[in-house]
């Protein structure tokens, strides 16, 4: 029960503080995704890393979350990187070890991540520009 209602707040936070102004700052990392009912693109400020033509994140709520639903509905995203656009196809990467993931990714986002999250998850997009 005590989980239900941190997701609960943190999720809350996220949308109506966190994120709103996370995005707004041009050095964030940002993922678009297509919204599945709405067709219309979303933008979720995240952290992760590029490690060739990959792009690494850990998602906190999984499944559960509004970008990952997305993505389980349609696989082509944009990525922001240092202010930059890229195109990609992102994979859900179940078998991989999240919590191993979020040590190889940035310390502060993962912090974070593991802190509040419930379901990771870790998610790879192969980026094509």
């Known amino acids: ?3 239900v209602v941190r997701d609960r707040i943190t999720k809350s936070f996220q949308r109506r503080v ?12 940002l993922l678009e995704t297509t ?17 060739g033509d990959q792009f690494w994140f850990v998602s906190e709520f999984g499944e559960k979350s509004q970008y990952v639903k997305n993505i389980q ?12 656009w890229h195109s990609g ?10 919590r191993a993931r979020l040590h190889e990714l940035p310390q502060f986002n993962s912090a ?5 999250g ?8 192969d980026l094509t520009n």
Do not use: C, E, W, Y
Not at 18 to 29: E, F
Not at 73 to 84: D, S
Not at 112 to 116: E, K, L, M, N, P
């Open 35 to 51: 919204g599945r009912k709405s067709g219309q693109p979303r933008r979720t400020p995240l952290g992760g890393s590029l490690i």
């Open 18 to 29: 966190g994120n709103p102004i996370m995005k707004r700052l041009p050095s964030q990392t």
């Open 89 to 98: 196809t992102a994979h859900l990467m179940p078998d991989d070890d999240p």
């Open 1 to 3: 029960m005590a989980s």
């Open 112 to 116: 974070g991540v593991r802190t509040f």
């Open 73 to 84: 509905a349609l696989p082509a995203v944009r990525v922001r990187l240092r202010g930059r």
């Open 118 to 125: 419930t379901n990771l998850l870790t998610i790879r997009v």
